[in-house]
């Protein structure tokens, strides 16, 4: 018995680096990270098919209203082409003072039109601006030094956006009138 209590009693514990508690504590840790790279992969496919559905509605959306925005003008422009054909009545029929009056009416229901759908004539008016107007010619003038002399073609602003710049000459200043003389 004496030897009993002299030898020490080992109690056999598997620990926990042991290749057989590995084994299933990895396979669960495995099984674990597939499992959330099977749901972010599912969750990424199913952001990719939201998006791709996103942009092709906002597309047929966009066309849309660009259709709609097409058709209101050109419903509104239809009494126009209505007064048209009467002033072509007119004047197939020799009505000189019928056939003026006649297009004076279709250009004012054309400009009225127009407006409504906010169409702004470029003001001409003073001195020349390079984002609203396009010189195309100098000319010696009483007016100061890069007045607008004369308007060739009418510019035009929808919104905010230059249509079409105003075409315009460009007094170069009196000095040039006096020297342009002798």
């Known amino acids: 018995m004496a030897d009993e209590q002299f030898q020490p009693q080992v109690e056999e514990q598997s620990a926990p680096d042991s290749p057989s508690s590995f084994g299933e504590t990895g396979a669960d840790e495995l099984d674990e990270v597939t499992r959330q790279r099977d749901e972010y992969l599912d ?21 849309e209203f ?32 019928k056939l ?10 054309l400009a009225d039109t127009l407006a409504r ?29 890069g007045d607008v002399v004369q308007v060739l073609q009418k510019g035009y602003t929808l919104g905010d956006r230059v249509l079409r710049p105003a075409r315009v000459v460009v007094s170069a200043g009196p000095g040039d009138i006096q020297n342009s003389g002798q």
């Open 66 to 97: 660009s259709k709609r925005a097409t058709e209101q003008l050109v419903k509104s422009l239809l009494p126009v082409v209505d007064d048209l054909e009467r002033a072509l009545e007119a004047a197939s029929q020799h009505e000189g003072e």
């Open 100 to 109: 003026e009056e006649g297009v004076r009416l279709v250009h004012r229901a």
């Open 43 to 63: 969750a990424l496919q199913r952001l990719k098919a939201e998006f791709e559905n996103y942009r092709k509605r906002s597309e047929r959306e966009r066309n």
């Open 117 to 145: 759908e906010g169409l702004v004539e470029v003001p001409t008016g003073g001195a020349f601006d390079p984002h609203t107007q396009e010189a195309l010619l100098t000319q010696p003038s009483e007016k100061p030094e």
